[in-house]
């Protein structure tokens, strides 16, 4: 088994930071692209940013120059830096993870549980 879980999530002021952090652990062989999505109530979940073994990144529009995505491979682990927040960015955070396990072939998608977001003043 697989489990995704993360940490860092809270409440925040307008213009301040958090930092989100999700560990991976179980039989794990390798992990491909590992990403953050949030989702608020009535909306879909939305990519923020991602990145690849490699360290290639991606990401929304929205977060550019304001958050930083970055993993250790080694912990397989990886972080989302949240600076410069604003009250749009309030939503529940989702960790995800393209996860080969020890005994698979493929590639499956993991989620974590979520860790919630509120910028307010």
């Known amino acids: 088994q697989v489990q995704l879980v993360e940490s860092g999530g809270g409440l925040v002021q307008p213009g301040g930071s958090l930092r989100l952090s999700c560990a991976a652990s179980?039989?794990?062989?390798?992990?491909?692209?590992m990403g953050w999505y949030r989702q608020t109530p009535g909306k879909e979940r939305e990519l923020v940013a991602a990145v690849t073994t490699g360290g290639t990144t991606n990401y929304a529009d929205s977060v550019k120059g304001r958050f930083t995505i970055s993993r250790d491979n080694a912990k397989n682990t990886v972080y989302l830096q949240m600076n410069s927040l604003k009250s749009e960015d309030t939503a529940v955070y989702f960790c995800?993870?393209?996860?080969?396990?020890?005994?698979?072939?493929?590639?499956?998608?993991?989620w974590g549980q979520g860790t919630p977001v509120t910028v307010s003043s």
């Open positions: 179980g039989s794990i062989f390798n992990i491909n692209v």
């Open positions: 995800n993870g393209q996860v080969r396990g020890d005994s698979g072939r493929v590639y499956l998608n993991y």
